[in-house]
């Protein structure tokens, strides 16, 4: 079975990760031949059995260009937050919200032009799936949950704690639907004297003065290798992870998995990704999120209960699962 792959150079990289991973375990162990194509020039050119667009998130249809095929296409879908989030979360004057507006009319146009040239889309969660059918009214028949998933050979607890500074980890791309500007106010909540220090991960991020005046608060807005991401996990009180809107959550499952009690949101996918395993939080309450956080650093026994629950709900989430069940789409596609 030959798979072409459109992943251009300006897809992020976490749909990148999410395919690549699944392209590796395919290759090896069902002898998928993937080809990757970069432009919508290749997409007429290229002889394959079956089209995968593995980066639609956020609402954005794939491109029209792929209604010449003829043969199947499958899309990953990583989000509709454009057609479920407020206007506002994205634009603030008059004049973006009309641009926004419009352009989310334009998508859901290309969504029901693109809607029968679609064999099949994997979401990656269950909520993503329902976005799908509630704002664009998608065949359920048509859609399948996979839960994308970690290497589980490096996101793992830590053998000793060697950190004599707690601290709290965020980890986020940043956007205004990380909701990061009101984990910063419930964290200036805390009592200044007494609060752990809080490391943000967010990039790309210019940090503003009054940002910059907070006491205990570490911004890393470049890029560090993994094994430094993974070493932040597993020596940190906690993940704070509060987004208004998440179609997965990776940042969810790998901090579960290297041991560290999570803070997540109780709306969108959080909640579905974290199951029992994690603290959850109306991500719109500054308070809520304040007592989240002096309820775990204070509370070593709630942080223990959480870890245990983390390590074994990480275990659901592999790679080799995702593959697994996306070769099924494949075997139900191909002509």
Not at 148 to 162: M, V
Not at 170 to 198: H, W
Request: one cysteine or more; proline letters at 4%.
């Amino acid at each position: 079975m030959k798979v072409a792959v459109y992943l251009p150079e300006t897809t992020p990289y976490s749909m990148k990760h999410c395919a690549w991973n699944i392209m590796s375990i395919l290759q090896e162990k069902e002898k998928v031949h993937f080809v990757t194509i970069t432009t919508l020039e290749d997409v007429a050119t290229t002889d394959a059995d079956i089209y995968w667009d593995p980066r639609c998130g956020g609402g954005i249809a794939p491109a029209l260009k792929f209604r010449s095929l003829a043969r199947p296409l499958i899309l990953t879908v990583h989000g509709m937050a454009m057609f479920t989030l407020p206007i506002d979360t994205f634009y603030f004057s008059w004049q973006q919200k009309i641009s926004g507006q419009i352009k989310c009319w334009k998508e859901r146009l290309k969504w029901t032009l693109m809607q029968k040239h679609i064999a099949h889309i994997m979401t990656v969660s269950k909520y993503t799936k329902s976005e799908l059918i509630q704002t664009i009214d998608f065949p359920t028949a048509k859609i399948t949950a996979v839960w994308n998933g970690i290497d589980h050979h490096k996101f793992k607890p830590a053998q000793k704690i060697e950190t004599t500074s707690p601290y709290f980890l965020t980890i986020i791309s940043y956007q205004k639907k990380k909701n990061f500007e009101r984990l910063l106010e419930a964290y200036q909540l805390l009592d200044e004297a007494s609060r752990p220090r809080l490391v943000a991960l967010v990039k790309p991020y210019e940090v503003p003065h009054t940002v910059k005046q907070i006491k205990g608060l570490e911004i890393i807005n470049y890029a560090i290798d993994e094994q430094k991401i993974i070493e932040l996990y597993q020596q940190a009180l906690g993940l704070v992870f509060v987004s208004l809107h998440e179609g997965f959550g990776l940042p969810i499952v790998e901090a579960m998995a290297c041991g560290t009690p999570v803070i997540t949101s109780k709306t969108t996918s959080c909640k579905e990704i974290a199951g029992d395993a994690a603290y959850l939080v109306d991500p719109t309450n500054t308070v809520a999120i304040r007592d989240a956080l002096q309820n775990l650093a204070l509370n070593k026994t709630l942080r223990e209960e959480l870890s245990k629950k983390g390590i074994d709900r990480a275990q659901l989430f592999s790679w080799e699962k995702s593959a697994a069940a996306f070769y099924k789409i494949l075997l139900s596609c191909k002509i």
